[in-house]
């Protein structure tokens, strides 16, 4: 039985203060493969599931190399790894186990933790540190971090299998988001870096409706890359806003099992890249067969197309003819005349679009001082528009013409330099006309 060939291999991992002792159910059924197989599951999965050195603050760490820390759990998981049942089975069967609970409600992870009156510096994750946490509603880190582990048993991400997560925070100068959030079906709200570059097999199995790539933020990527593995099999998922830079580079990204994609938005870019043509591919085939697209580039980006598969991509000539762009108002002509772009069948104005997405813009022009929306509000001050907000805000003043003037997101307040005239400011929730 499994239970007594993984008590054999215990004595292979030392008997150190730290050593984990693997835990199994008895009534797991035997699994298929070699011993040099299970010896190596053993191993890796061990290697994941160290007991922590010290606890601060309610999480608990383990000692790494020089001053830097690694976030763990407490003790470890117990997991069926029965080859007979599916990874996502078992996965749902540990994550219901009450011995697996470890960290619950709402946490930060601080950039640094003091242990026995020396300062160390939360630099790793352990793949396994924030998954299978029944009762783990959000995820704050104040800081970039590398994970300890990148290539796991079961495909452990990190931050697997937590069904009651709603949000993630990322710390803002975090570059590449590798292997995360896996299984988390409550998942609606990711805050991504404002330096993200790229983004790997990433956001799988969750229920979001929309994900927002774009870094809100002056600082743009030369390059932003995102893998096929990413945006995948969210079934529900409808909108993606990808972020402002000079090249955009899409790595047979198809969001598999993405049935109901309905609108992308490109912020502006110089070049498209296509590395295999499997771009909203499922989209197409399985799902809608007209899409909306919206490219906010004032000059259309250079589209490179590298077909490696022969796949038809969704952005092939008929994706194209069947589907509508809307681009600046004064952009058009250039983008009806532009390789690639000219395919598509309708190429409509930007300010169309945008009364279209938002129709409570066709209220009547209010003055800037009279309007006030939740947690944000507007003045104008001798050519400036001043906007306060409560809370930290994402916020866009567009000219009538569908053109972004400004984007950023306002902590307290921020002043943006303006011509006297009429614009659109929108927000996350809402989207008001004001003169300025």
């Known amino acids: 039985m499994i239970l007594n060939i993984l008590l054999a291999l215990l004595p292979l991992f030392g008997s150190g203060e730290n050593t984990i002792t693997l835990q199994a159910d008895s009534s797991l059924k035997d699994e298929t493969g070699t011993v040099e197989e299970k010896q190596y599951y053993v191993q890796r999965l061990s290697e994941m599931q160290r007991v922590c050195d010290f606890e601060c603050d309610g999480l608990f760490y383990e000692f790494a190399d020089g001053d830097n820390v690694t976030l763990v759990r407490e003790n470890t998981a117990l997991i069926d790894h029965s080859a007979e049942r599916p990874v996502e089975c078992r996965l749902q069967m540990a994550y219901e186990r009450d011995e697996n609970v470890c960290y619950t409600g709402d946490i930060t992870v601080p950039d640094s933790v003091e242990y026995d009156g020396k300062k160390y ?50 710390p803002d100068d975090m570059t590449e988001i590798i292997g995360q959030i896996y299984i988390s079906p409550s998942l609606t709200d990711v805050h991504f870096p404002k330096r993200l570059s790229k983004l790997f097999s990433t956001i799988r199995y ?87 697209i919206v490219s906010e580039a004032s000059v259309p980006p250079e589209v490179l197309i590298y077909d490696t598969t022969g796949i038809p991509g969704s952005f092939d000539s008929e994706f194209r003819t069947n589907s509508i762009l809307y681009v600046p108002d004064e952009a058009m002509e250039a983008y009806r005349e532009a390789y690639y772009w000219r395919d598509f069948g309708e190429i409509r104005p930007m300010s169309e679009y945008l009364r279209e997405e938002n129709a409570a813009i066709e209220g009547p022009v209010c003055e800037a001082a009279e309007m006030s929306e939740p947690q944000v509000s507007l003045r104008s001050d001798r050519g400036e528009l001043h906007i306060t907000a409560s809370t930290p805000t994402e916020l866009t003043v567009w000219s009538l013409q569908g053109l972004p003037l400004w984007r950023g997101t306002v902590m307290d307040e921020a002043a943006v330099t303006l011509p006297a005239g009429v614009y659109i400011v929108t927000t996350p929730t809402s989207s008001r006309k004001y003169h300025h």
Not at 123 to 150: D, H, M, V, W
Not at 159 to 167: G, P
Request: aromatic residues 14%; proline residues 4%; negative net charge.
């Open 121 to 170: 510096r939360v630099a790793y994750l352990n793949p396994f540190a924030l998954s299978l946490c029944k009762g783990l509603r959000s995820i704050t880190f104040t800081s970039s971090f590398e994970e300890q582990i990148l290539h796991c048993p079961y495909n452990i991400c990190c931050f697997t299998c937590n069904s009651d997560l709603t949000s993630i925070t990322y």
């Open 206 to 292: 969750c229920d979001m409706t929309e994900v927002d790539l774009d870094n809100h933020d002056p600082y743009n990527p030369a390059k932003f890359s995102i893998d096929y593995r990413s945006l995948y099999s969210c079934e529900n998922l409808a909108r993606i806003k990808m972020p402002e830079c000079d090249t955009l580079s899409f790595d047979g990204f198809n969001c598999h099992e993405c049935r109901k994609v309905e609108q992308i938005v490109f912020r502006p870019c110089s070049v498209i890249e296509m590395l295999r043509v499997e771009f909203l591919w499922y989209s197409m085939k399985y799902g809608l067969k007209k899409m909306t």
